[in-house]
């Protein structure tokens, strides 16, 4: 029995041996492929339908959001109403999204009801029908959810630095004007979701503690629709980076806050370097005690806090330097984020500091394979990057090994102040 007197020995989170649970794969009769984490103790489960249907592929602005975001607003048979009353009624939820290659529809709910929901969620991705009266509430509360937006120095600054860096037109840079929900039409959306959600491309994800008739039952109501027939659009987009580097914007003539972006282009995660560069990124300004945390708002007190970070893109990416500063100090906060980087530059970091990080950057890591939801999430990202679980090792391995000399090595190459984009918004 443990003798609670006495204290458990304190072990540092770097000697951990970490483990990446496996995985069940297969595929349904339409070969659409299913990748389960039966890991739950409660009777919950979590579905994710993921298809190919994000802005990357859309001709016409906000198609794509427009369509993840009506797909539960109306079928031949349902309402908007009785969609979402029927799946209250069982104590589901289910969300969709739309990111930039990909869109989701995801389902939460109990295990005992996923026999009532199946065929509602087939329902809704083969025939959904985007009513005009749907469509016209939904320009109208954009538009004033945008309006209220574009009054926030955040959001400008949010919009602004990635079309800098990637370009207006290419998918990672583009955003939404009131003009573009007046444009939209239903046909537009209709043939947007035929093409890519009724007979588009789709993996499924399933985590919680799953009924053992699971399988079947995806394939009941799922392996025997037009799926995976289309071939994926080969669609690329050329960077059509700012010319201009620096950047400042007067939003509000009375605002006493400015938003701060920093960033340059980055590779991606498929990159030799990108695994010891996270390291390197949580040294500077990853975590609540980087760099930046401890110079910028643990000493000057110029924010609440800045934080960097290396955006989840899966083609081209960026290092991004974020932060909200009062009006009178964004200056000198940019200052102080380039004195961060001469410094990486310039001087080692000593074993304390890097000991730290890695058994913080560890403990997160340890923290993520606590439970069937997070499991899954990893494998979601990379299963959608073209990644295997050797990444998740070689990661892991990466933190272990790296040393302050390697470190300085990548600040030489990536944090060169000359390299950045720098934008602030008041």
């Not at 799922?222 to 980076?241: A, D, M, S, T, V």
């Not at 701060?260 to 695994?275: C, E, L, M, T, W």
């Not at 050797?390 to 990548?410: C, G, R």
């Amino acid at each position: 029995m443990l003798d609670r007197n006495i204290q458990p020995s304190i072990v540092d989170a770097v000697s951990f041996d970490l483990k990446l649970r496996k995985c069940e794969q297969y595929q349904l009769d339409n070969l659409v492929p299913v990748y389960s984490m039966n890991a739950g103790t409660q009777d919950v489960l979590m579905i994710e339908w993921v298809f190919k249907a994000g802005n990357w592929f859309e001709q016409k602005n906000i198609v794509a959001g427009t369509t993840n975001f009506l797909l539960k607003n109306g079928t031949s048979n349902k309402t908007a109403y009785e969609i979402n009353d029927h799946f209250e009624f069982h104590g589901a939820y289910l969300n969709r999204a739309c990111y930039n290659e990909t869109a989701a529809i995801t389902l939460h709910c109990l295990a005992k009801h996923v026999n009532e929901l199946l065929p509602v969620v087939a329902e809704l991705i083969t025939d959904s029908i985007f009513p005009e009266e749907e469509l016209a509430t939904y320009k109208q509360n954009q538009k004033q959810k945008l309006s209220v937006s574009l009054k926030k120095c955040d959001f400008i600054a949010n919009r602004l630095i990635d079309e800098y860096i990637y370009g207006f037109h290419h998918p990672y840079g583009k955003y939404t004007s009131t003009l573009d929900y007046d444009q939209l039409n239903r046909e537009e959306l209709i043939a947007y979701f035929k093409k890519f959600y009724a007979e588009g491309h789709c993996t499924i994800f399933t985590a919680g503690k799953i009924p053992s008739d699971l399988q079947q039952q995806l394939n009941t109501y799922f392996g025997k629709l037009p799926l995976q027939q289309r071939p994926i659009p080969n669609i690329q987009y050329n960077l059509q980076p700012a010319l201009e580097k620096k950047q400042q914007i007067i939003n509000d003539e009375n605002g006493v806050q400015g938003a701060i972006r920093i960033a340059r282009p980055f590779p991606n995660k498929h990159h030799p370097d990108y695994q010891k560069t996270q390291i390197l990124n949580s040294v500077f300004g990853g975590f609540f005690g980087s760099r930046l945390m401890s110079n910028i708002r643990e000493d000057k007190g110029y924010t609440y806090g800045i934080h960097s970070y290396i955006q989840n893109h899966v083609g081209e990416t960026a290092w991004m330097i974020s932060t909200e500063a009062g009006r009178d100090v964004c200056e000198a906060t940019i200052t102080e984020v380039y004195k961060e980087m001469e410094i990486l530059q310039n001087e080692l970091i000593d074993e304390e500091e890097l000991s730290l990080v890695k058994n913080y950057m560890l403990g997160t890591v340890l923290g993520d394979l606590d439970g069937p939801f997070q499991l899954i999430a990893r494998w979601k990202n990379y299963v959608l990057n073209n990644l295997d679980e050797n990444y998740f090792y070689n990661s892991v391995q990466t933190i272990k090994s790296t040393t302050a000399k390697e470190l300085q090595e990548l600040a030489k190459k990536y944090l060169n102040p000359s390299d950045f984009y720098e934008l602030t918004v008041i």
